[in-house]
């Protein structure tokens, strides 16, 4: 581990001895703070939390597009007679909801009213959540009863 400098000279130089000092300083400093970096336990939890986020986004996204294909492909079998009856029973359960709405309103204590429409923000704010699992659902459902 001699380089020619050295080898010239029997004694290394204040210079070169000074160099040497450095280079080892800085190796020592990139160590340090590798060493410390690995024990940064709150660090590299937040950086694995990070990327298991990453990961559910981009599978919620797949199943996602997943969901909306199988619901299409659900939408395309069905006939016509069903696709009917389906939309006149959303009619009759948009119109018995408003019902159900109103009656609320009228006799439900404001206490659990409020909780309530704190549950349904909840649920507007993850709507898209909702409606995968939804889709889902109804796959699964329709697959059961072919099968």
Known sequence: MTNSST?????PTPAELREQIEHTR????????????????????QQKAGELKEQAVVKA???????????SQVQDKLPDP????????????????AQAGRMWEEKAPASLQQRTSQSAQLAR????????????????????RKG
């Open 7 to 11: 080898d010239q000279h029997s004694t």
């Open 26 to 45: 800085h190796e020592l400093g990139d160590t340090v703070q590798a060493l410390a970096d690995k024990t940064d336990v709150k660090a590299r939890a």
């Open 125 to 144: 704010e993850h709507r898209t959540l909702l409606l995968v699992a939804a889709a889902g659902l109804t796959v699964l459902w329709v697959a059961r």
């Open 82 to 97: 069903v696709k009917e009856k389906a939309a006149l029973a959303a009619g009759q359960a948009r119109t018995a909801a």
């Open 61 to 71: 996204g797949e199943l996602k597009v997943q969901a909306a294909k199988a619901t």
